[in-house]
């Protein structure tokens, strides 16, 4: 264990909330010293992001004291956090694609910052901290990169003594990870602090001076992550030991999916072409898709599940069935499997049951028009068993369920349809450790089993674990897929880094 520190910038004390049913944070008390990177593991549903939220004022606590630069501390709302010094940079950003960077950012501040000179501001604190940024360039042209750099300018130009980051790197390749990385470095060499969520326990060990580990709202343990393995941080958070899975070396079947010179125009102003797209995926591969958000996965998902049909009818080819002209229940017929990228409200109906969610996967489950509710809760109590999913019980709505927990659960529905083609789409994106083995392992068992398997990801490390062959999309052309043991992750980082490089450098110069 890691004792506190002599003086800490924010030190909370015995932090409590609870929901019906559920204690969502225990009694947390730990702290975090000027000029500190300090790691907040945990499990999906460990309480990280309620304990984050009740610091910066979204989130009231039931009990417990919080002191912030040895004053009491207690925000009510996120701008009494701000006014203190504390700021956020969300997972999920909050930015406008049709508005420019400055006005995104003008947005996001109080009135007195957000002054006639603020791209000039922008333009010195992107380029001081090294992730320089245009402020007239709009947000829709931006790679989801260089979005994030909009959403820490925000954050900076607020002059914050501490940051929470959630997931910084979930959505960067390699190489804009490395960046963030070093301003991160350069930031707590000023003497301010970050306070960082990730999943990504190499990362940790890289970058962290400290890590707290939380289980089920309670905090069982903290260390030096530098001192750590990445494998002993996830049985840390696990509470048990960590077998991670092994990538498929058993032998490959006939051609099971087929795409054929697949071109669609965007869908929206903001949206990307498809380009001659074209690959194979044989009964015992995983075919992985590399790329950065925003250069063609959400259209080509949309063109492999049939919610955009492709141009003729042979254009994609389930198990010698042309299918380019088939919906997604015609699909599934012929034993197709889906998981989207948008867990609540594409993947689930938020308002219905696990139960009722069940039936959106499987036609098996009713007959005659009439549903088989026995089996259906069967299914569902099957599915939850299985992958560990986090419920109160199967008759709550999916809303109910934590980001990570309802992606085992619609990994898990799928999975157990027995497909014979599955196409998933980001499918450890928010999860933990513990919970990506098991969905690694799930999707692996497809394969040797026989099914193809097409996983789109962002995740390298992800690809290069369980994919067989990986290709990269990037500005909606796909690169031919390479065996994984002639590639290598800093290439396939470039790679997918290309074209936004390209189209930066073809944009006016980040000045005003």
Excluded at 128 to 156: F, H, K, M, N, T
Excluded at 242 to 267: I, N, Y
Excluded at 298 to 308: V, Y
Excluded at 379 to 399: L, Q, W
């Amino acid at each position: 264990m890691v004792g506190p520190t002599s003086s800490a910038l924010l030190a909370i004390d015995g932090l409590t909330k609870s929901y019906p049913g559920v204690k969502a944070v225990d009694a947390v008390s730990f702290d975090v010293a000027p000029g500190e990177i300090h790691a907040l593991l945990g499990e999906n549903g460990a309480g990280k992001s309620t304990l984050v939220k009740m610091i910066y004022g979204l989130v009231k606590p039931d009990a417990g004291t919080m002191t912030f630069d040895g004053t009491p501390f207690e925000p009510r709302r996120p701008i009494d956090a701000r006014d203190r010094g504390i700021g956020m940079v969300f997972q999920h950003f909050s930015l406008f694609e049709a508005l420019t960077v400055e006005e995104n950012v003008a947005l996001g501040l109080p009135a007195d910052v957000a002054r006639n000179d603020l791209a000039q501001r922008i333009v010195a604190v992107s380029r001081g901290y090294g992730i320089e940024i245009a402020p007239a360039r709009r947000v829709g042209e931006l790679s989801v990169g260089e979005r994030q750099r909009i959403e820490i300018v925000r954050c900076l130009l607020q002059n914050p003594r501490l940051i929470i980051m959630d997931e910084p790197t979930s959505v960067l390749t390699p190489q804009e990870a490395d960046t963030l990385f070093e301003t991160l470095r350069t930031l707590v060499g000023e003497g301010r602090s970050i306070l960082y969520i990730s999943h990504k326990l190499e990362e940790i060990r890289a970058l962290c001076h400290r890590a707290t580990v939380l289980r089920a709202g309670r905090i069982v343990g903290s260390c030096i992550p530098r001192d750590e393995s990445a494998r002993s941080l996830a049985e840390l958070m696990i509470g048990t030991t960590f077998a991670p899975p092994q990538r498929s070396t058993g032998q490959v079947g006939a051609v099971r999916l087929a795409v054929k010179s697949l071109s669609l125009p965007a869908a929206s102003p903001f949206g990307v072409a498809l380009a001659d797209i074209g690959f194979e995926v044989r009964g015992g591969e995983v075919l992985g898709i590399a790329g950065v958000a925003g250069n063609g996965q959400t259209e080509l998902m949309e063109a492999l599940i049939g919610e955009r049909t492709a141009p003729t009818e042979d254009g994609i080819v389930v198990d010698g069935r042309a299918t380019g002209l088939m919906g997604p229940i015609e699909r599934r017929g012929l034993g197709c499997a889906f998981v989207p990228e948008e867990r609540l409200g594409h993947g689930a109906v938020p308002g219905l049951s696990l139960t009722e969610n069940v039936l959106l996967a499987s036609r098996t489950l009713s007959r005659a028009g009439l549903i088989d509710w026995s089996a259906a809760r069967a299914r569902a109590t099957e599915i939850v068993a299985k992958f560990d999913v986090r419920t109160a019980g199967i008759e709550h709505a999916a809303r109910s369920l934590s980001g990570g927990n309802l992606q085992k659960f619609v990994i898990g529905r799928e999975v157990l349809t027995a497909p014979g083609v599955i196409i998933v789409s980001q499918p450890t994106w928010g999860v933990d450790a513990g919970a990506a083995a098991a969905i690694h392992r799930a999707l692996l068992g497809l394969a040797e089993h026989g099914a193809a398997v097409v996983v789109i990801s962002q995740d390298l490390d992800e690809l290069f674990q369980i994919a067989t062959r990986i290709g990269v999309i990037a500005g909606g052309r796909l690169t031919e897929a390479q065996p994984v043991g002639n590639l290598t992750v800093e290439a396939i980082g470039r790679a997918m880094g290309g074209t936004h490089a390209r189209s930066a450098a073809a944009s006016e110069p980040a000045h005003v």
